[in-house]
């Protein structure tokens, strides 16, 4: 009985331990659930929320780019607008054009300044500006001042230019004359005028000697920023002359204001038609080219002999339209506007 008794008791209490360790486990199972479950709510919560963040800060972006653009288009028409309304024959920092104003549209405003580079303010990231290009000079054309004879921008001399020595101009030319360091093709006469060239009288290379074989080849005119010979390289953006030698930020910011990439002369005219060349044109041409400029016949006539007998070599004067050229003589000037002769018949 008493060992029945204990088996008993003893399976009894086993059961009984067997299942209370059973509850217990079921328990700490659904505990375990139950915060795996709440974790994982809390991540897609967070990243929800995140997401719920980043869509309105990408819509608010979104505005916000789409009102600059229209700011700025506002901007760049105002410019457009200003500039054909300026219809005279020149240009001073007292047209409207050169004058600093400011408009606001909704929510956003902006500057039309004629120094943006200057002092620097808060502000200055919303201006826009029209400058006048023309009178900057041009990287791509001006030179080192070698030349005296008025045949080309080249003979701007870059020199000028506060902070640029003459080793930092002659590092600006090789660099837009690439590796083999002649405009051009070394060598090459790349705009076939080497004939002409050599027999115009003007020393258009500016070395000292007038007609010299070989003038024509590796001139600076040559270099020809929009359509580049050989291995030129010219300066597309004003911050890329940063990269030669010797440029640094200090230069940069000293010069930067007097220099562009975009005052290029392509010797044509406003309707777009190439200008005359009076070292070459005949009469005719010059003397219509004169009166296009305004010129009277009569006189547009006279002048376009005149500077025909003053430009050729031999000294029998030019007759056209019953004008008489005058040729050269240590007397007087040959270009006379108000002196007419006439051609008996």
């Known amino acids: 009985m008493k060992l029945g008794t204990v088996e008993k008791g003893s399976h009894s209490a086993y059961k009984v331990r067997r299942m209370y360790l059973f509850s217990g486990n079921e328990g700490q199972m659904a505990l375990i659930l139950v915060l795996l479950v709440l974790g994982i709510s809390a991540v897609v919560g967070v990243s ?3 997401r719920m963040r980043l869509e309105v800060k990408a819509v608010k972006s979104f505005g916000d780019s789409l009102r600059a653009d229209y700011l700025a288009q506002a901007g760049i028409e105002r410019a457009i607008a200003t500039l054909k309304n300026d219809t005279n ?18 929510e956003g405003r902006y500057y039309l300044a004629s120094n943006p580079h200057g002092e620097s303010t808060k502000e200055d990231k919303e201006k826009v500006g029209i400058f006048d290009e023309a009178s900057k000079i041009n990287l791509n054309m001006a030179g080192a001042g070698h030349s005296t004879q008025g045949w080309t921008p080249y003979e701007i001399n870059l020199g000028k230019l506060e902070g640029l020595s003459q080793s930092k101009v002659e590092a600006i030319l090789k660099y837009r ?5 002649a ?10 005028d080497r004939e002409a060239l050599e027999s115009d009288g003007i020393d258009n290379d500016g070395d000292g000697a007038i007609d010299e074989p070989g003038e024509g080849v590796d001139e600076p005119d040559e270099f020809r920023p929009d359509s580049p010979y050989g291995d030129d390289n010219p300066f597309e953006t004003l911050e890329e002359i940063r990269l030669v030698p010797g440029i640094g930020e200090k230069t940069f910011n000293r010069i930067r204001d007097y220099i562009t990439i975009y005052s290029y002369d392509k010797n044509v005219n406003k309707k777009g038609a190439l200008r005359t060349n009076i070292n070459t044109a005949s009469p005719d041409e010059i003397s219509r080219a004169l009166q296009r400029g305004g010129l009277a016949p009569d006189r547009a006539h006279q002048l376009a002999v005149n500077i025909v007998d003053f430009r050729d070599p031999d000294s029998y004067p030019t007759e056209y339209q019953g004008k008489c050229g005058i040729e050269k003589t240590p007397y007087i000037n040959e270009v006379m506007p108000f002196f007419t002769s006439s051609v008996s018949a």
């Open 48 to 50: 929800f929320l995140y």
């Open 89 to 106: 024959e020149y240009d001073d920092l007292y047209e409207e054009w050169a004058q600093d104003f400011k408009e606001s549209l909704g």
């Open 183 to 192: 405009p051009g093709v070394r060598g090459k006469d790349d705009d076939k």
């Open 177 to 181: 004359y690439g590796p083999d360091g």
